[in-house]
């Protein structure tokens, strides 16, 4: 039985490039909700710019953050992994010094987003999205814990990739989404674990939707795990069941094109609850 559904946000339930989620997805959260089945969002973003885009549901859900490193339910941090503060210094200046002038740098607060910027458009996102945010020049500045560094590359992250990826697995460098790289301690699949353990959910009975890399850990985590048809190809190949973007049918569901109402990814929750 499930008892919580876990979705990653850009490029899986709000693709990339819009801003609000369809109203039709509240409502869906609503039963879940009703069924006593928890929804959480499961994202990079920020505890209140994810609480802004709920905020029809906004009681209703528990916020999985910084790609696991914060989580909150009931407007409390229930838990938190912050980084060690020299590895997430060294990372940024990482970031800002060998990134051909092309890499702004986000390093992420528990509620607060601290930009290092060089007008390529990081300050712009941050804005769309709606985080709380203010701009340093120096990661010393940072007066709280950091709970993630990421890297804004306004070219995207292809030629970046190599450079980075691997010189820092000890922070679980992964590519998050087309112009974003993060680092964290945490990643989703921790962020999943402190959920189940505080609420004494067995992860088997825990359903996940993501995209990229940076939904790995907790794909692999949970029993009922779901990748977009938009993912990569490898990601594809890793599990068997795949999700379409906004107007399509999952090939996970014979028999079920024509059943079910095209939308983005949540609408077909009630299907498998």
């Known amino acids: 039985?499930?008892?919580?559904?876990?979705?990653?946000?850009?490029?899986?339930?709000?693709?990339?490039?819009?801003?609000?989620?369809?109203?039709?997805?509240?409502?869906?959260?609503?039963?879940?909700?009703?069924?006593?089945?928890?929804?959480?969002?499961?994202?990079?973003?920020?505890?209140?710019?994810?609480?802004?885009?709920?905020a029809p549901v906004a009681d209703d859900c528990i916020y999985l953050c910084e790609n696991g490193a914060?989580?909150?339910?009931?407007?409390?941090?229930?838990?938190?992994?912050p980084m060690p503060r020299a590895l997430a210094e060294e990372i940024a200046w990482d970031f800002w010094n060998n990134t051909e002038d092309l890499g702004e740098v986000m390093l992420s607060g528990e509620n607060m987003s601290y930009l290092m910027e060089r007008g390529h458009g990081v300050v712009d996102r941050i804005k769309f999205i709606g985080n709380n945010y203010t701009v340093i020049t120096d990661p010393a500045q940072i007066p709280e814990d950091i709970?993630?560094?990421?890297?804004?590359?306004?070219?995207?992250?292809?030629?970046?990739?190599?450079?980075?990826?691997?010189?820092?697995?000890?922070?679980?460098?992964?590519?998050?989404?087309?112009?974003w790289i993060d680092t964290t301690v945490a990643n989703k699949g921790i962020g999943v674990q402190s959920i189940c353990r505080v609420l004494g959910i067995d992860p088997a009975d825990v359903m996940a939707f993501g995209d990229n890399y940076n939904d790995v850990a907790m794909l692999d985590l949970v029993g009922h795990p779901y990748i977009m048809s938009t993912a990569a190809a490898e990601l594809r190949r890793r599990y068997a069941n795949h999700t379409p973007p906004a107007g399509g049918y999952p090939a996970c569901l014979p028999g079920q094109a024509g059943k079910l109402k095209p939308s983005e990814t949540t609408i077909l929750l009630k299907t498998f609850c």
Not at 3 to 26: A, H, N, P, R, W
Not at 70 to 81: D, F, T
Not at 149 to 154: G, I, N, P, R
Not at 172 to 178: E, S, Y
């Open 1 to 54: 039985m499930i008892k919580m559904v876990c979705s990653d946000l850009d490029g899986t339930l709000l693709q990339y490039g819009k801003k609000l989620i369809e109203g039709e997805i509240f409502d869906e959260i609503r039963a879940l909700h009703d069924r006593g089945i928890l929804f959480c969002p499961a994202s990079g973003r920020q505890y209140t710019s994810l609480r802004k885009l709920f």
């Open 70 to 81: 914060v989580v909150y339910r009931g407007g409390k941090v229930i838990a938190k992994a």
């Open 147 to 179: 709970v993630k560094v990421s890297v804004y590359l306004v070219d995207g992250v292809e030629p970046f990739v190599e450079r980075f990826v691997p010189k820092w697995q000890q922070a679980n460098c992964a590519v998050a989404g087309p112009k």
